[in-house]
Nanobody, 124 residues
Framework: QVQLVESGGGLVQAGGSLRLSCAAS????????MGWFRQAPGKEREYVSAISGSGRDTYYADSVKGRFTISRDNVKNTVHLQMNSLKPEDTAVYYC?????????????????WGQGTQVTVSS
């Protein structure tokens, strides 16, 4: 079992920045491939970014590439999402997720564990 707790969401103006954090507890953190997803009202949950267990490999959705940076600290059992140049369309609840399989990293169904989410609101 893995418990995930997100933090760092909030209200920011367009062009601003936020840093999301996800703290993990439970099983060996480095064994898990981590992902960030988001869900806006009335929309499906969508992939944002992912990072391999070692942190060596990172992946981004086209919509956030060049603006968001994912990182992890396997000593502190945390994963972060640095979000810069935020746009109103980035407004959503952001979820941290963990997977211990080799299913596609950009699909919510691939992930075994989820956090409760943190709200990000970007005003224009």
């Amino acid at each position: 079992q893995v418990q995930l707790v997100e933090s760092g969401g909030g209200l920011v103006q367009a062009g601003g920045s936020l840093r999301l954090s996800c703290a993990a507890s439970g099983r060996i953190f480095a064994n898990f491939f981590m992902g960030w997803f988001r869900q806006a009202p009335g929309k499906e949950r969508e992939y944002v970014s992912a990072i391999s267990g070692s942190g060596r490999d990172t992946y981004y959705a086209d919509s956030v590439k060049g603006r968001f940076t994912i990182s992890r600290d396997n000593v502190k059992n945390t994963v972060h999402l640095q979000m810069n140049s935020l746009k109103p369309e980035d407004t959503a609840v952001y979820y941290c997720a963990a997977r211990s399989n080799f299913l596609p990293y950009d699909r919510p169904a691939s992930y075994n564990y989820w956090g409760q989410g943190t709200q990000v609101t970007v005003s224009s």
